[in-house]
């Protein structure tokens, strides 16, 4: 089956930086890449995804990049503000979704 | 996306009782899925949730332990049964968006149950 690995855990920046988040996967079958963020409480929201069709993906100060090649793709956020301090889950998918372990990310004023 | 309504949206229970989670969407779907997400953890496929046919389960989980409910296309139970502090979790309903073919997974808000 497919294996997701997610990268860092825990990530603090100040607010302004940017954020990185970078996931790797296994099965070459898996064709949609999406991204959840999940407050405190709350379900994961789908903030952004990419289909293996697409390199990249922007939606304001969020993006999301694929490496078909090399199985991995990455998130972006620019412009980081304290509201965007969430735990953020990549997920592959074919038939299925697998999702990654979650980074922590702290935005600090 | 869909409008994803969960309840009871937490809950804590006491050992070797059971609770019933629902589940009821906005629109009508055709499969409805069950996470579980442990503390701290990343989510996991309990089942799908399939209307007029029993619930598909992944492995590592049972109908026995985790009966599931689809009367309609709008509304789905799970039942944690015979509960243990293990089973502390938050419980998650999803459903793919209004265009299925589009792959896209929405969630509701959990159910985060504490067993004591």
């Known amino acids: 089956g497919e294996n997701v690995e997610q990268h860092p855990s825990t990530l603090s920046v100040q607010e302004g930086d940017s954020a990185v988040i970078k996931c790797t996967y296994s099965?070459?079958?898996?064709?949609?890449f999406p991204w959840y963020k999940q407050e405190l409480g709350k379900g994961p929201q789908l903030i952004i995804d990419?289909?293996?069709?697409?390199g990249e993906k922007k939606d304001q100060r969020i993006a999301v990049t694929l490496n078909k090649t090399a199985k991995h793709f990455s998130l972006h956020i620019t412009e980081t503000q304290p509201e965007d301090s969430a735990v953020y889950f990549c997920a592959a998918s074919s038939d299925q979704f697998y999702f990654g372990t979650g980074t922590s990310l702290t935005v600090i004023p | 996306s869909a409008v994803i309504s969960q309840k009871p949206s937490r809950d804590i229970c006491q050992r070797g009782t059971s609770l019933t989670i629902q589940c009821q969407v906005d629109s009508q779907v055709t499969m409805m899925f069950w996470y579980r997400q442990q503390p701290g953890q990343s989510l996991t496929l309990i089942a799908t949730?399939?209307?007029?046919?029993?619930?598909?389960?992944e492995s590592g989980f049972v109908i026995d332990k985790f009966p599931i409910s689809r009367p309609n296309l709008t509304f789905s139970t799970l039942t944690v049964s015979n509960m243990s502090p293990e089973d502390s979790s938050i419980y998650l309903c999803?459903?793919?968006?209004?265009?299925?073919?589009?792959?896209?997974?929405?969630f509701g808000e959990g159910s985060r149950l504490t067993v004591l």
């Open positions: 099965d070459s079958a898996s064709n949609y």
């Open positions: 990419i289909r293996s069709n697409v």
């Open positions: 949730a399939n209307q007029g046919s029993e619930a598909t389960y």
């Open positions: 999803s459903v793919e968006g209004v265009h299925a073919d589009t792959g896209e997974l929405f």
